[in-house]
């Protein structure tokens, strides 16, 4: 069982900056993927990145690529989000997520394929 743990929202104006970091303990030995998602009122939760547990491919949507950077550190079981360059429409409840069955790449961005939710943490953008 992996359990998560989000930190690092808050909020910020239009332009600048937030790193999200979540830890992870439990059976993460088992961690194949890890991704950051994201919910805005009245809408559904959207991929944002991912990162394999072991190598270091990472995926983006097109929303985010080139302003948001995902990270890992397999010492201390933790997934970052570095976010530059915020927008408005990046307000949302960012979540973590984890999963310990290896997906070809188009799979990672699918949230059904996750085993293992944080509690998400609010980052609002404004203008």
């Known amino acids: 069982q992996v359990q998560l743990v989000e930190s690092g929202g808050g909020s910020v104006r239009a332009g600048d900056s937030l790193r999200l970091s979540c830890a992870a303990s439990?059976?993460?030995?088992?961690?194949?993927?890890m991704a950051w998602f994201r919910q805005a009122p009245g809408k559904e939760r959207e991929f944002v990145a991912a990162?394999?547990?072991?190598?270091?491919?990472?995926y983006y949507a097109d929303s985010v690529k080139g302003r948001f950077t995902i990270s890992r550190d397999n010492i201390k079981n933790t997934v970052d989000l570095q976010m530059n360059s915020l927008k408005p429409e990046d307000t949302a409840v960012y979540y973590c997520a984890a999963t310990t069955v290896y997906y070809i790449s188009i799979l990672l961005l699918q949230r059904s394929r996750y085993d293992y939710w944080g509690q998400g943490t609010q980052v609002t953008v404004s203008s």
């Open positions: 990162i394999r547990w072991s190598g270091s491919t990472t």
């Open positions: 439990g059976g993460t030995f088992s961690t194949q993927a």
